[in-house]
């Protein structure tokens, strides 16, 4: 079993070198540009867009919705490109368009989302977990299509049935003989959604079982679980999703403890420093109206371990203004007044 020290660690992805092996998972409506640059100033990485479908990016639909989901910032690098693709030909024009603008520096396909909007209606994400050879289709075209390297996010089976455990695993094998240069492996199956608790040692199965770095997500919601996670599987790195929400420093905890055995916890006002950050790069990418109603929709997450979290909570959910948002950062989190 690997010493503590040695869990984070520098780690190649084909063409790409990482810094350390601890990335920021894609979230949807979360891993907007002003959330991931908190996170990359706290040590990740790697970091991801959303998910979104070829469509979505290419701006067929919506082309402010497309800048968006593409907004990126020198600071932001490498960053992962998350598509949630059907067909391979949008799925190529998709990854040739991405190489040709120079956004991203790699490209990761997801076989995982088990949303009934994603995997239901629209037979994307976790819908592909049963049928591995129409999503090693995908993969090779993505391949083909750019030198982008190309990862793949799957769950260990649609259900946790043994012959569904077993699809997950040749669409695995099937992505890496493919050309995938890693696989994120969420441990848990797609009917699990959200619930119950993640199932590690599939993450050591899939570890043993395939000839590509596997990235283990699932349950990574403090440093400590996350090191537990790496020594016990003995996977390549770890992908961390609701850890980070709210706690970007959990990046930088993640190697103080690895490390040196204990981190700094972060004070309050630090908190509020990353609040307020989030709130005025949210306001720099969407505008005053819509950067407000994201606040008030996920600043709460900051609020914990502060004194009165209830209230602030309250009061980021019913903030009218940015003057409103100021003063949850002065009277919550402690911070002085500029
Ligand atoms: C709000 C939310 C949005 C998510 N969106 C995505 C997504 O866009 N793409 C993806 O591959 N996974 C997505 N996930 C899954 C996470 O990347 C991660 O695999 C999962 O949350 C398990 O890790 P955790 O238990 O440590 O949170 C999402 C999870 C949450 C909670």
Redesign the pocket.
């Known amino acids: 079993m690997p010493e503590s020290g040695n869990l984070v660690h520098p780690i190649t992805l084909g063409p790409l070198a990482l810094s350390n092996n601890l990335v920021l998972?894609?979230?949807?409506?979360?891993t907007h540009l002003p959330f991931r640059l908190l996170c990359r100033r706290e040590g990740a990485a790697l970091t991801h867009t959303?998910?979104a479908t070829p469509h979505e990016l290419l701006g067929h639909e919506n082309a402010r919705k497309a800048r968006n989901l593409l907004a990126s910032d020198p600071a932001d690098r490498p960053l992962g490109v998350?598509i949630l693709p059907r067909e391979p030909d949008l799925l190529v024009e998709t990854v040739a368009m991405l190489a040709r603008r120079g956004t991203a520096d790699l490209v990761d396909l997801?076989f995982?989302?088990p949303s009934r909007r994603v995997a239901g209606r629209s037979r994307r994400g976790a819908a592909f977990l049963r049928h591995p050879d129409a999503a090693v289709r995908l993969v090779e075209a993505a391949v083909g299509a750019s030198p982008l390297p190309v990862t793949v996010?799957l769950r260990h089976g649609y259900t946790n049935s043994p012959q569904d455990n077993q699809l997950a695993l040749d669409l695995a094998r099937g992505a890496a003989d493919a050309g995938a240069v890693a696989i994120t492996l969420?441990a848990?199956c797609a009917a699990q959604t959200?619930h119950h608790r993640?199932d590690w040692t599939t993450i050591s199965r899939w570890t043993e079982a395939l000839a590509v770095p596997v990235f283990g997500?699932?349950?990574?919601?403090t440093p400590e679980a996350t090191l537990d996670m790496l020594r016990e599987t003995g996977c390549a790195g770890a992908?961390?999703?609701?850890?980070a929400f709210g706690t970007p420093w959990i990046f930088r905890q993640i190697r103080e403890l690895a490390e040196t055995g204990s981190y700094r916890p972060v004070t309050p006002e630090e908190r509020g420093r990353a609040f307020l950050e989030h709130y005025e790069g949210l306001v720099r990418q969407y505008g005053e109206r819509v950067g407000l109603r994201y606040i008030r929709q996920i600043g709460r997450v900051y609020a914990r371990d502060i004194p009165r979290a209830a209230e602030a909570r309250a009061r980021i959910q019913n903030a009218r203004s940015r003057a409103d948002i100021r003063c949850v950062a002065e009277r919550w989190f402690g911070m002085l007044a500029e």
């Open positions: 998972a894609p979230m949807h409506k979360r959303e998910m998350q997801n995982a989302c996010k969420h848990r959200y993640a997500s699932g349950d990574l919601k992908s961390i999703a609701r850890g």
